[in-house]
């Protein structure tokens, strides 16, 4: 039995790794529009800025702002300025946050 244990302990820890769980969030299978639709567009409508319109998310007002890769998007999600919602991993696994920034860049210029 002690065998088991320690074998369904392993099984765990690789499952763990496998789906880059553990500590990063489990990643949900929702394309990043859908993430973006269910997380961002209430503020962000077709890529603009509810609240303030010069922090936009077209590519130009981006990189005016200092924002040009998707970690400066993960990065901002993470850690927002005023008036923003905090995502944090249990919200929008690494992978997940990772998919709308892409998402962003892609489509909004
Ligand atoms: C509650 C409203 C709200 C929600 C929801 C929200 N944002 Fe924001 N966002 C803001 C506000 C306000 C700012 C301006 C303050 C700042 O720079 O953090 C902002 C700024 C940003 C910026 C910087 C834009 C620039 O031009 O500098 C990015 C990138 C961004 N949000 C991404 C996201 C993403 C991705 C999501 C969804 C996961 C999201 N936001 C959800 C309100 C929101």
Do not use: W
Not at 16 to 26: M, N, P, S
Not at 32 to 59: I, Q
Not at 103 to 109: D, E, K, V
Request: one cysteine or more; charged letters at 20%.
């Amino acid at each position: 039995m002690k065998g088991l244990a320690s074998l369904s302990l392993a099984l765990l820890a690789a499952v763990c790794l496998a789906q880059a769980g553990c500590g990063r969030g489990v990643e949900s299978g929702k394309s990043g529009e859908e993430l973006f639709l269910t997380h961002c567009s209430g503020c962000h409508p077709d890529g603009g800025n509810v609240k303030y319109p010069r922090k936009s998310l077209d590519r130009m007002t981006l990189a005016a702002n200092g924002i040009t890769t998707p970690a400066g998007i993960v990065a901002k999600m993470r850690r927002p300025g005023p008036g923003m919602k905090t995502f944090d991993r249990q919200t929008i696994s690494d992978a997940d946050a990772r998919k709308v920034a892409e998402y962003i860049l892609a489509t909004f210029r």
